[in-house]
């Protein structure tokens, strides 16, 4: 990263670098709804801790200097943490999440919280309490979501990179809506302690940024292995940035047939000039079917609701958050939960609270559990036949604002080729390949089993090389 | 699967503490209806003898040494909370008045 070592070698401040990241946040913000939050006060501190520790000649950090936005569902001390919801309005979290630990002990700058859909649930930021993002790109459409504040804030130069965190796609899709590289790491490598829980068996944080080396090295930073998270993989953060030139040669690359058939034309002439390109890098394509994967979206939209009605039953108006007082607690649970949650929310609480209830749950919640199962076991036969499998990222590019807010149904079809990965709990990255049909970014999407990271980056790299990207 | 009935979206909304108007429980009854029915796809399937997975790696029985850590003080915790008194979360009476 070359702000990291300009900053390190003094070629440059990070104070200097939180005031250009602080301009270009204030130049576009009001435009595109990217921070919710601009934490000017601590970002100016945590940039003159770098430049101190830079001053006394001690390792400033791998990210040192770097200004870095952070999604709205992870937990900063004094800093306000909504989750894009209103029932956590005015919210100050007590701890920082472990991810914000790491990045600052690396010297990153955090320069505030960045939008999202309420507490995760979407796939285009407009489901926020807060109003919704726009893309840098084309201010007309989405930046994808749920993180789509973390790709914004990447893709309009606020911050060089961000965290966002995945629960069915939701690093991949903004990052390829945006033209970025977003990683949905191993489930288990990141710690989870401080992230808003949404689906928690299926929740990972992961990092955007503008190349592969850039997300290998944030990833690195907040990997390994935290006590305060009991799924956390209990080893050491693995070596990623020094194997991105490791190249592909030898490599089985599977294209999946499930991971982009229906796809947009434009989408799916990208994902085949990818494989053209691994295979001019030494790769052997071979092509794939996992039928499986075709039951991912209804497994997934009855397991990630029936969890978030559980993790979401917390916001009662008692300990933190709204409260919309009544005559007693069962009315005022009521009331407030009514006021703060907007209807997605409302409507994916209901989903998987009807999935669990009596007479239904051996039919959907059961069965959904074991279709999961399937989805581990057809992961494992594919990666029989190849090291690491290929497919898009989304079925098309970036679409226009209120394109789909109106049919929940046609929304979660956006998440059909991501989903597969979050159930089985293997990792996953979008890279951005070309340019559809209106000079808008592609993205494809690079799946491997649990703890590939560094061969996923790796053909990320021959990918980006390939595409003309330094 | 039965389609899902306006009754059926009431009683969950009750369940889950959610009050809807009545635009709200048909909008909601025909949005959930449409995501049932595509899930029906996996409700239809014969997986007797399929084991479930409700963890992707299977994680067990972490366990820690049971000996005092740091924790976030009282204060911190309750400073954030719509009432509290006494060291205590506050809420509205739970029950009536005293016959």
Redesign the interface.
Known sequence: MQIASDVRSGATTAEAEMASSLEAIRARNDELNVFLFVDEGGAINAARRVDERVARGENAGQLAGVPIALKDNLCQVGVPTTAGSRILEG??P??NATVIERVLAAGAVPMGKVNMDEFAMGSSTESSAYGPTRNPLDPSRVPGGSSGGSASAVAADMTPMSLGSDTGGSIRQPAAFCGLVGVKPT??LVSRYGLIAFAS?LDQIGPFAKNATDAALLLEVIAGHD?MD??S?PEPAPSLVSHVNDGVAGQRIGVVRELYEGADDEVVAEVERAAAALRDAGATIVEISVPEF??G???Y??IAPAEA?SNLARY????????V???????????T??AG?G?EV??R???G??AL?AG?YD??Y?????????M?DAFRRAYQEADLLLGATAPSVAFTLGAKSSD??AM?LSDVFTIPTN????AALSVPFGTGDTGLPVGVQLVGP?RSEAQLFAAARVLELADGRS | ?AP?RRE??AK??K??????SEA?LDQ?TE??G???E??N???A?N?EG????????G?IN?V?EDELRPS?SRD??L?????AEDGR?G????MGEAP
């Open positions: 919210w100050l007590p701890y489930y288990g068996s006590p009991s799924t993989l075709r039951l979206l209804s497994a939209y009855l009605s009662d108006g008692v300990r933190y958050g709204l409260r007082d009544a005559e007693d607690v069962a009315a005022m649970n009521e009331a939960r009514t949650f209807a409302k409507r609480i209901m989903l609270t009807y209830s239904y039919a959907y059961g069965q959904a559990l074991k279709v999961r199962t399937q581990i929940p149904l979660y159930l089985a709990g293997d649990g | 699967m899902l059926d979206v969950v909304a369940l889950a503490r959610l009050k809807l709200e909601f949005q959930l449409q995501v049932l595509h899930a796809d996996i409700a399937l997986l399929v084991v479930a997975t409700a963890h992707p790696f994680l972490v820690r976030l911190a915790v400073a954030m909370a719509p009432d979360f809420v509205p009476r739970i």
